[in-house]
């Protein structure tokens, strides 16, 4: 399995943005980047995936590099709900089993 | 988004007993699912590969005779922790693709204790 690098922890100012690398330099041609979030004694929640071209949705935006060897993840005005631990994981299909790296825990001060 | 469901969300055995956990895919089918486990502040560990149909694929490991998957359906997967001992206790979760997209949606996860 390609594998992802993360920061451990991050700190960010409520309500300000924040920026979430991840770097993966071996991933494949067919492998999307994806972006979950973990709360305290909550399965992973969803939050965003792409292959080449950045992403928006209601929750981030996805910024990937040309060479897709790093992306970054942005928390347009992060709140105190967006504390959890945001992992960055390589998946090449719904049906693949794809490795959890140790993510990075994200402190959000109010 | 997709839903999967847990059942229990939490449990508490005593050693030598076998619990069993359900994972459900509430709004699609889903022929592979994956179980984790998670210690605390340790990421997410894999497991297994449920597949529909056919014997689970077990990560290099994990005691197939002691974590039974059964996936009976294309909504269920089942995980039953044989003669658990405290070493067992831990936070299962499951997830499941609908395929459609890349995605895999988790489940709320299941706290088992083993006193």
């Known amino acids: 399995d390609a594998k992802t690098t993360q920061p451990n922890s991050m700190e960010s100012n409520e309500e300000e943005p924040v920026h979430l690398p991840c770097n993966h330099s071996?991933?494949?041609?067919?492998?999307?980047i994806h972006w979950y979030r973990q709360l305290p004694s909550q399965g992973p929640e969803y939050v965003i995936h792409g292959l080449t071209s950045n992403v928006n949705n209601r929750m981030a935006s996805l910024a990937i590099a040309e060479d897709r060897k790093s992306s970054t993840l942005i928390l347009h005005r992060a709140t105190l709900r967006d504390a959890a631990v945001y992992y960055c994981?390589?998946?090449?299909?719904?049906?693949?089993?794809?490795?959890f790296g140790t993510g990075t825990k994200l402190q959000v001060i109010p | 988004g997709a839903v999967v469901s847990q059942h229990p969300s939490w449990v508490i055995c005593k050693s030598g007993t076998s619990v069993k956990i359900e994972c459900r895919s509430l709004?699609?089918?889903?022929?592979?699912m994956f179980w984790y486990r998670q210690f605390p502040k340790q990421s997410l560990m894999l497991m297994a590969t449920s597949n529909e149909g056919s014997k689970a694929t077990y990560e290099q490991g994990v005691e197939k005779d002691k974590f039974l998957i059964n996936h009976a359906s294309l909504t269920l997967s089942t995980l039953t922790v044989t003669s658990a001992h405290p070493e067992d206790s831990s936070f299962y979760i499951c997830s499941a693709s609908s395929g459609a997209g890349n995605e895999q949606f988790f489940g709320p996860g299941t706290r088992l204790t083993v006193l």
């Open positions: 709004d699609f089918q889903a022929t592979t």
């Open positions: 071996t991933i494949s041609g067919t492998d999307y």
């Open positions: 994981i390589l998946n090449s299909g719904g049906y693949q089993k794809v490795t």
